[in-house]
């Protein structure tokens, strides 16, 4: 009992972590725009905030598992909190376009890094029985950071200024570093040596490892790769919303703003109800629904002609997105050894990077010589094409392993 009472602790903890880290994701996210575009006048500069990220992981995800599997990853998420924290406090203090690009870039290469790390300390930490329920809760902490973080930001803006805003978001990763240094280290020995540095025919070695390990479990690493497939064509058509909203849809900025709202209702309620049920309902269940539904959503959202029809479809996509979500991650737990999840994860990242870039670029180009409504219709239907054949891997996957 009492094992148990300190297993739900530490989980309570981590979850205080992750949505404090996720509130101040919105902060960061908000007030930076706001403080490129006040600066630059230039859409255009805004746009590159958004091609740093993919563009931090294609320069750190070939290595940083190598680092991510051999050291102890509560120390590294907490060396990378504060990193982060002290990075984004610098911004308010630049003056040069250049070198905040410069700043966000290394933020953004530390957070590439996080997300793997974070991934496996949670593995280890969260007992089997145990993770369904918190990987559903996750996703109601981060869907409320949907909600509140945005809230929050305007709320700061008020108060003060987006350069204030800053400061509070640095002080979040202060804090999400604080509450991770409460938690138990699960690794108490690291298998690399302090003075070890990543070498060339270390990551060579890694990368084999992975490659070998995808090959030997081909139905896993399809599901994944299908999996993250879905999300790079989300991701792509998702750079066309605004103008489809607003140039297609002919929709106001207060519409444009309420069909936002819209999903983060989607997302909160998908989060609640998922966090209610998802231990009666089956990994291979929660993905297949998740992700069908997900894409319906999509296509629905690009065959409307009105408010109520888009906001549906929004809706729709965003609810189900919780179940699609919280499958992926309790499939990815239970089939991914922690030994090596942090080389699998930033390669995979890695390749899913170079995938968003591609693909936004090609829907982008598409975009100004077809029609925007044609180019969107198109993007759904190969998602929803996708999740088909997910969901039929899904199925195999749970027949052929007896899984949940």
């Known amino acids: 009992m009492n094992r148990t009472l300190m297993h739900w602790k530490n989980s309570l903890l981590l979850l205080l972590g992750i949505g404090i880290s996720n509130v101040g994701d919105w902060i960061y996210l908000i007030a930076l725009n706001l403080i490129v575009l006040d600066m630059t006048h230039s859409p255009l500069a805004v746009t590159v905030l958004y091609i740093l990220k993919p563009a931090a992981t294609l320069l750190t995800n070939f290595w940083s598992g190598s680092l991510i599997d051999r050291l102890s990853k509560r120390k590294l998420m907490i060396v990378l909190d504060l990193l982060r924290a002290g990075l984004i406090a610098l ?14 870039f290394m933020i953004n290469m530390a957070s590439s890094m996080f997300n793997p790390a974070s991934m496996t300390y949670i593995t280890k930490l969260t007992p089997p029985n145990q993770r369904k329920r918190f990987n559903s809760l996750r996703g109601l902490i981060e ?13 700061l803006f008020l108060i003060g200024s987006p350069m204030f805003a800053i400061y509070i978001n640095a002080l979040s990763f202060v804090l999400s570093g604080l509450v991770t240094l409460l938690l138990p280290d699960v690794e108490r020995r690291t298998r690399v040596a302090f003075g070890e540095k990543i070498s060339l025919k ?36 998702d750079s066309l919303e605004a103008t489809f909203a607003k140039s297609v849809l002919d929709l106001s900025n207060t519409s444009y703003g309420f069909l936002v709202s819209i999903a983060g209702a989607g997302i909160a309620s998908g989060a609640l109800i998922n966090s209610i049920f998802a231990r009666k309902i089956s990994i291979s269940i929660l993905i297949q629904i998740g992700s069908l539904f997900f894409s319906f959503g999509y296509i629905l959202y690009s065959v409307s002609h009105s408010f109520s029809v888009a906001a549906t ?68 239907i190969i998602m929803l094409f996708v999740a088909l054949l997910l969901s039929l891997f899904t199925r195999s996957w749970a027949k052929k392993s007896n899984n949940e």
């Not at 911004?91 to 966000?104: A, E, Q, R």
């Not at 869907?143 to 709320?155: D, Q, Y």
């Not at 990242?349 to 829907?363: C, F, G, P, Q, R």
Request: net charge positive; glycine share 8%; with cysteine.
């Open 91 to 104: 911004l308010p203090s630049i003056s040069s376009m250049f070198f905040i690009f410069l700043v966000v």
């Open 143 to 155: 869907s409320g950071g949907f909600l509140i973080g945005p809230a929050i930001a305007g709320l």
């Open 202 to 237: 270390m990551i060579k070695m890694d990368w084999r490892v992975v490659i070998q390990f995808s090959l030997k479990n081909s139905l896993i690493m399809t599901i994944y790769f299908l999996f993250s497939c879905i999300m790079v064509m989300s991701a792509a058509v």
């Open 313 to 380: 479809g929004f809706f729709i996509l965003s609810f189900f997105l919780a179940f699609a979500n919280s499958g992926f991650l309790n499939f990815y737990q239970k089939s991914i050894p922690t030994q090596i999840m942090g080389r699998v994860g930033s390669l995979y990242d890695l390749i899913e990077a170079v995938l968003v870039i591609v693909t936004t670029i090609v829907i982008g180009l598409a975009a100004e010589y077809l029609s925007i409504r044609v180019v969107i219709i198109t993007g759904t």
